[in-house]
């Protein structure tokens, strides 16, 4: 039986990923997006995110992705529902454009207020839905910041890297206050943990804030459990919506002798009547990261930005390198 001599020359595979990770945005925050790929040394990558005349998302990718390693920068915040859909787009463009890996960057994590059923109402969670949502769509692994509960992480199938703003706070906080005379406060019970968490790494007292709500946005009673005669209080917070909870619980500590006050929260989310309130009340200086933009401005209101943390996490994600040296809370 005849033979053949052919055989087949030997094959080079490609490597997993290809050459040089892609950034996208949406219309979420593209300044943050933009100081993130300054940091990376890396352009924004070339699409399109607007609106067909119905008020459509429309997304087309305007470069090749051919299994490069992809990153979508995108806060879920107002319009929650245009941010959300523009991230799930940009993400199956991505996927059918045969992106090698697609990660979504999501600073501030919309919905994740509805993260359970209280008390067996009839309500949806939220959140789960979200996460779902994300995975179908086709994402390989999300990068946020000061999730509202920890639980969501678990809610997906795909790794979650879960960033804290305390490691801007934190160095902000030690260049401003006068340690001597400072002490942290939490606004309510549930944020005791975190606030406790500044207080060891500041090495100051620690205070509680315990309220009642009469419904949701609206603070029925507020009482302090601690200390603040003739102190500089600091409320450690992850979410300022309407602002109500912090202004009052400002206005409680002066009322209760404290020296001064001021807020550090991660996400302005600030539907109005916020910047009003915040003006009126008795703080101080209220202090945000930028993983939202800023709807309105205030004398009161202090910037920082994690743009810094958010590149270095996504460095270590395109090397493959441990980022558990970033969760300094």
């Known amino acids: 039986m005849h033979r053949s001599s052919y055989r087949p020359s030997p094959v080079t595979m490609p490597a997993l990923w290809s ?23 890396i352009p924004l990558g070339k699409a399109i995110v607007g609106r067909f005349s119905d008020g459509e998302v429309n997304v087309e990718i305007l470069e090749n992705v051919r299994g490069k390693d992809a990153f979508v920068i995108q806060s879920t915040c107002a319009p929650t529902n245009d941010h959300l859909m523009e991230l799930l787009i940009l993400v199956d463009a991505l996927r059918r454009a045969s992106a090698g ?54 809610f997906f199938n795909v790794p979650v890297d879960h960033l804290y703003a305390s490691m801007v706070f934190i160095d902000y906080l030690r260049q401003t206050s006068d340690l001597e005379r400072t002490v942290i406060a939490t ?14 790494f500041l090495g100051v007292p620690m205070v509680i804030c315990h309220k009642s709500r009469a419904k949701a946005n609206e603070v029925a009673e507020m009482t302090i459990i601690g200390d603040v005669t003739d102190k500089d209080v600091i409320l450690v917070d992850d979410i300022v919506d309407t602002a109500g909870t912090i202004c009052k619980a400002a206005d409680l500590m002066i009322q209760n002798g404290a020296r001064s006050v ?68």
């Open 101 to 154: 890996r697609i990660t979504a960057v999501v600073p501030y994590f919309g919905y994740a207020r509805q993260d359970r059923r209280v008390r067996s109402s009839r309500v949806a969670i939220s959140a789960k839905v979200v996460a779902n949502m994300l995975q179908v769509a086709g994402v390989d692994r999300v990068l946020t910041m000061d999730l509202h509960a920890d639980q969501i992480q678990g």
């Open 187 to 200: 606004p309510d019970v549930g944020g005791a943990k975190r606030a406790n968490s500044y207080a060891k």
């Open 19 to 41: 050459e040089g990770p892609v950034l996208f945005t949406g219309n979420a925050n593209p300044a943050l997006a933009s100081d993130v790929a300054a940091h990376l040394g």
């Open 262 to 329: 001021r807020a550090v929260a991660s996400h302005a989310v600030l539907s109005d009547p916020a910047t009003e309130r915040i003006n009126a009340s008795a703080l101080k200086e209220m202090i945000f990261t930028d993983s939202i933009p800023l709807r309105k401005h205030s004398d009161k209101i202090h910037i920082v930005s994690v743009a810094n943390i958010f590149a270095e996490a996504i460095n270590r994600v395109i090397n493959h390198e441990s980022i558990s040296i970033l969760y300094s809370i």
